[in-house]
Nanobody
Framework: QVQLLESGGELVQTGDSLRLSCLAS????????MGWFRQAPGKEREFVAAISTNGGNTYYSDSVKGRFTISRDNAKNTVFLQMNSLKPEDTAVYYC??????????????????WGQGTQVTVSS
């Protein structure tokens, strides 16, 4: 079983930057693609970004493309989400998860499991 712990969320202003981290337990972290999702109040959890096992492939939702960057450090069992030019609509709880279907990563929520507890990102206008 994989346990995930997100951190880095906080209250920021429009235009600010944040870097989220997701620390994974277990020795097989480098075998799994990883993803970030987010859920705003009253909305469904949505895909944000994903990264393949070796970091060679990345995917982004249209709403964050060009502003967010996903990366990973397999030696530290950690995946990151660098968020720049934050907007109020980025306000949500951000979750990381393990992609159990595709090593090259995917965008479908159904391919992910072992969700972390989430970290709150609030962007004030």
């Amino acid at each position: 079983q994989v346990q995930l712990l997100e951190s880095g969320g906080e209250l920021v202003q429009t235009g600010d930057s944040l870097r989220l981290s997701c620390l994974a337990s277990g020795r097989t972290f480098s075998s799994y693609a990883m993803g970030w999702f987010r859920q705003a109040p009253g909305k469904e959890r949505e895909f944000v970004a994903a990264i393949s096992t070796n970091g060679g492939n990345t995917y982004y939702s249209d709403s964050v493309k060009g502003r967010f960057t996903i990366s990973r450090d397999n030696a530290k069992n950690t995946v990151f989400l660098q968020m720049n030019s934050l907007k109020p609509e980025d306000t949500a709880v951000y979750y990381c998860a393990v992609d159990f279907v595709y090593r090259s990563a995917s965008i479908s929520r159904g391919n992910y499991a072992y969700w972390g507890q989430g970290t709150q990102v609030t962007v004030s206008s």
